[in-house]
């Protein structure tokens, strides 16, 4: 995850600035030390952290302050002021804190707090003495979101994550972007370095789980010994569509899940000069915009008349496809693929369009056998309560897999966000060692196409009002979906401070039947 570099500006906060300069509520970006830094003042307190967001790098200084914490305007991670604790994902990592003193009208940061990074950073407040074995299935965001905050949570005893992929953990959403097009090096996408496991006494397992005992509290993995449990929780993930037509399975054919996938879709461009896109989805059109970076010529074949159109409304959807269209992709919009041949895909209407690479990007089905296998309650995913637990006692789900009762929509829905994933999977961690903390995070996630980048928070299957402020063909607008009068998601391209308002307005907005505490 690269990207960590930010230029030092603003005053230097280790000579002090006037106390005056900051009212309550107010941030500054400055520096001490070398490091970029953010002071911020809390009623009387004034306090300092890094200015730098360990995920990708955002500036923190262009966030929001909200009750004592600051939020990255990039893709909503969130940080202690106090403490520069990583409290939301995707930070998994905390930011640097600093001292700071009041000298007569002056505040000045006079050191940097050292941390021990194998301390507990983020304990639970439970006696749940009876967890000593935890067992994750899969170590994607859920899982290994899950593994990390068990340890912060000081949980000491044994983790085991099995995951079947030689690379993961990794950071996927990636694989379609800046990895694809060839801009971000390969030492970005690993989330953690190689001993960072061993270092935690964080136990991988590689290899695939073929079997829940849930009576016997065992997960059974392919040529290895079974893995007793006191807690489990599958974050099994999603994989992508395979469309069932002729010449699916030829070897020019691609998906995109897995680091491997984007690799070989990587090696297959190197050689190629005409690709064709399957599917107008999120994943498909970055794909789109990656290959177009690495100059091949690009079709996307799609059934919708404008991409995106269900999720993002018209205003956006047409944007995007006239976004692509702006860089040389060519959209057979209304078409279906009726077959794949060795050098070409040819539509349902007969047209034959010339392809080396193919890529179906047609959607993802969640992978369910193992819950479903457990026995466990389904309901379009693995059905978990308010704390992410499953039918089964002690045994939680998160991520795509999951489907959990929003209690800003006041539906069960599950969604596929890679910040989401991983929040899900902290909040499953910390219940297993007894928190019963509810997730009620609002969901957000982003998309990035060229140098655009699209986030979207709240969830809005259905909306009976659509407003767009500003124009998206100027990159700058915002698109609110609201049914009875409620916001229920917001649309933003380079609107981050409006779209972490409309996340915290959100967020004090629950229905009135909403799920059952969670006592
Ligand atoms: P995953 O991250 O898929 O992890 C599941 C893991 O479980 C995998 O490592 C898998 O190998 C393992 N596993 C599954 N079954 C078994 C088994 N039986 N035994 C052992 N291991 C098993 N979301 C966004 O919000 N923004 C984006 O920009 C974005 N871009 C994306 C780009 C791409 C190319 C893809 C594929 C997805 C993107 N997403 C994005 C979606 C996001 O990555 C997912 O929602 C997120 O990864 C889901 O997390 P998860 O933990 O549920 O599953």
């Not at 005409?274 to 970076?293: D, N, Y």
């Not at 915290?504 to 505490?517: L, N, V, W």
């Given at each position: 995850?690269?990207?960590?570099?930010?230029?030092?500006?603003?005053?230097?906060?280790?000579?002090?600035?006037?106390?005056?300069?900051?009212?309550?509520?107010?941030?500054?970006?400055?520096?001490?030390?070398?490091?970029?830094?953010?002071?911020?003042?809390?009623?009387?307190?004034?306090?300092?952290?890094?200015?730098?967001?360990?995920?990708?790098?955002?500036?923190?200084?262009e966030?929001?302050?909200?009750?004592?914490?600051?939020r990255?305007?990039?893709?909503?991670?969130?940080?202690?002021?106090?403490?520069?604790?990583?409290?939301?994902?995707?930070?998994?990592?905390?930011?640097?804190?600093?001292?700071?003193?009041?000298?007569?009208?002056?505040?000045?940061?006079?050191?940097?707090?050292?941390?021990?990074?194998?301390?507990?950073?983020?304990?639970?407040?439970?006696?749940?003495?009876s967890?000593?074995?935890?067992?994750?299935?899969?170590?994607?965001?859920?899982?290994?979101?899950?593994?990390?905050?068990?340890?912060?949570?000081?949980?000491?005893?044994?983790?085991?994550?099995i995951?079947?992929?030689?690379?993961?953990?990794?950071?996927?959403?990636?694989?379609?972007?800046?990895?694809?097009?060839g801009?971000?090096?390969?030492?970005w996408?690993?989330?953690?370095?190689?001993?960072?496991?061993?270092?935690?006494?964080?136990?991988?397992?590689?290899?695939?789980?073929?079997?829940?005992?849930?009576?016997?509290?065992?997960?059974?993995?392919?040529g290895?010994?079974?893995?007793?449990?006191?807690?489990?929780?599958?974050?099994?993930?999603?994989?992508?569509?395979?469309?069932?037509?002729?010449?699916?399975?030829?070897?020019?054919?691609?998906?995109?899940?897995?680091?491997?996938?984007?690799?070989?879709?990587?090696?297959?461009?190197?050689?190629?000069?005409?690709a064709?896109?399957?599917?107008?989805?999120?994943?498909?059109?970055e794909?789109?915009?990656?290959?177009?970076?690495?100059?091949?010529?690009?079709?996307?074949?799609?059934?919708?008349?404008?991409p995106?159109?269900?999720?993002?409304?018209?205003?956006?959807?047409?944007?995007?496809?006239?976004?692509?269209?702006?860089?040389?992709?060519?959209?057979?919009?209304?078409?279906?693929?009726?077959?794949?041949?060795?050098?070409?895909?040819?539509?349902?209407?007969?047209?034959?369009?010339?392809?080396?690479?193919?890529?179906?990007?047609?959607?993802?089905?969640?992978?369910?056998?193992?819950?479903?296998?457990?026995?466990?309650?389904?309901?379009?995913?693995?059905?978990?309560?308010?704390?992410?637990?499953?039918?089964?006692?002690?045994?939680?789900?998160a991520?795509?897999?999951?489907?959990?009762?929003?209690?800003?929509?006041?539906?069960?829905?599950?969604?596929?966000?890679w910040?989401v994933a991983?929040?899900?999977?902290?909040t499953?961690?910390?219940?297993?060692?007894?928190?019963r903390?509810?997730?009620?995070?609002?969901?957000?996630?982003?998309?990035?196409?060229?140098?655009v980048?699209?986030?979207?928070?709240?969830?809005?299957?259905?909306?009976?009002?659509?407003?767009?402020?500003?124009?998206?063909?100027?990159?700058?607008v915002?698109?609110?979906?609201?049914q009875?009068?409620?916001?229920?998601?917001?649309?933003?391209?380079?609107?981050?401070?409006?779209?972490l308002?409309?996340?915290?307005?959100?967020?004090?907005?629950?229905?009135?039947?909403?799920?059952?505490?969670?006592?």
């Amino acid at each position: 995850m690269g990207g960590n570099e930010q230029q030092l500006g603003g005053p230097d906060f280790a000579a002090g600035i006037a106390a005056s300069q900051l009212h309550d509520g107010d941030k500054m970006l400055g520096h001490a030390f070398g490091d970029a830094v953010l002071m911020a003042r809390l009623g009387d307190e004034y306090v300092a952290i890094g200015a730098t967001c360990t995920h990708y790098g955002g500036p923190l200084a262009e966030g929001v302050i909200e009750d004592g914490t600051v939020r990255c305007p990039w893709h909503h991670a969130c940080f202690s002021l106090r403490t520069g604790e990583a409290l939301r994902a995707p930070a998994l990592s905390p930011v640097a804190c600093y001292e700071v003193e009041r000298r007569g009208d002056t505040v000045v940061v006079t050191r940097k707090v050292e941390r021990d990074p194998l301390a507990p950073s983020y304990p639970v407040k439970t006696d749940a003495p009876s967890v000593k074995r935890v067992a994750i299935v899969g170590a994607g965001a859920a899982g290994w979101a899950a593994a990390e905050m068990l340890r912060r949570s000081g949980y000491r005893d044994r983790i085991a994550v099995i995951d079947r992929e030689p690379d993961s953990p990794y950071d996927r959403p990636n694989l379609s972007k800046d990895y694809l097009a060839g801009n971000a090096p390969e030492e970005w996408i690993p989330l953690r370095p190689a001993d960072f496991a061993k270092e935690h006494d964080i136990d991988v397992v590689r290899a695939r789980v073929t079997r829940i005992d849930v009576a016997g509290k065992k997960v059974e993995i392919e040529g290895k010994d079974p893995i007793a449990y006191d807690a489990l929780l599958l974050a099994t993930g999603a994989e992508p569509i395979h469309l069932p037509i002729d010449g699916a399975d030829l070897p020019h054919v691609h998906v995109l899940r897995s680091l491997a996938d984007s690799r070989a879709i990587v090696a297959a461009s190197e050689k190629s000069k005409r690709a064709v896109v399957i599917g107008g989805s999120f994943i498909g059109l970055e794909t789109a915009a990656s290959l177009r970076a690495r100059n091949v010529e690009v079709r996307v074949v799609a059934p919708e008349s404008v991409p995106l159109e269900k999720v993002m409304g018209h205003e956006l959807g047409a944007f995007i496809k006239q976004l692509h269209e702006s860089h040389g992709v060519v959209f057979h919009l209304g078409r279906k693929p009726q077959r794949i041949e060795r050098d070409a895909v040819v539509l349902d209407d007969g047209t034959r369009l010339e392809a080396d690479l193919v890529v179906m990007g047609v959607g993802v089905k969640p992978r369910l056998e193992l819950a479903e296998q457990a026995g466990l309650t389904m309901d379009r995913g693995v059905s978990v309560n308010e704390c992410l637990e499953t039918s089964a006692p002690g045994v939680y789900a998160a991520g795509d897999i999951a489907r959990w009762p929003d209690p800003h929509s006041g539906e069960k829905i599950r969604v596929e966000h890679w910040v989401v994933a991983e929040r899900m999977g902290q909040t499953a961690a910390r219940n297993m060692l007894g928190a019963r903390e509810r997730f009620d995070q609002v969901p957000f996630f982003w998309s990035a196409h060229y140098d655009v980048s699209i986030n979207y928070v709240g969830h809005a299957e259905k909306w009976d009002r659509l407003e767009v402020n500003g124009s998206a063909e100027q990159k700058d607008v915002a698109v609110r979906f609201e049914q009875g009068g409620k916001l229920l998601a917001l649309a933003t391209i380079f609107r981050d401070q409006e779209s972490l308002d409309a996340e915290i307005e959100m967020e004090s907005t629950e229905q009135a039947a909403p799920a059952k505490s969670a006592g």
